[in-house]
């Protein structure tokens, strides 16, 4: 089992940046990619990006790619995302979530085994 805790979330005002963090306990957390997934209300989840166990792999979704940097810290278990140059689209709440590391890296929800409770992110305009 994989406990997954979000942080970071807040207001800020369209060309400003945050950066989430997401906590992982349970078992070892460099066995895992984690990836960060958004939803809006009424929405499905979206993938935003993701991050190979090693760090050595990542990819984003296009609307991101540019502004947002995924990461992570295997030391303190710690994967982050940081997000700049904020629109009023990156709006909704973020999710971590995890799984066990494969071959490559996975951008449907279906796939990732573990998630966080979300963070809420408000992009005013």
């Known amino acids: 089992q994989v406990q997954l805790v979000e942080s970071g979330g807040g207001l800020v005002q369209a060309g400003g940046s945050l950066r989430l963090s997401c906590a992982a306990s349970g078992r070892t957390f460099s066995s895992y990619d984690m990836a960060w997934f958004r939803q809006a209300p009424g929405k499905e989840r979206v993938f935003v990006a993701a991050?190979?166990?090693?760090?050595?792999?990542?990819f984003y979704v296009d609307f991101v790619k540019g502004r947002f940097t995924i990461s992570r810290d295997n030391a303190k278990n710690t994967v982050y995302l940081q997000m700049n140059s904020l629109k009023p689209e990156d709006t909704p709440v973020y999710y971590c979530?995890?799984?066990?590391?494969?071959?490559?890296?996975?951008?449907?929800?279906?796939?990732?085994?573990?998630w966080g409770q979300g963070t809420q992110v408000t992009v005013s305009s």
């Open positions: 979530a995890s799984r066990l590391t494969g071959s490559s890296l996975y951008v449907a929800a279906r796939d990732y085994e573990y």
């Open positions: 991050i190979s166990r090693s760090g050595g792999r990542v």
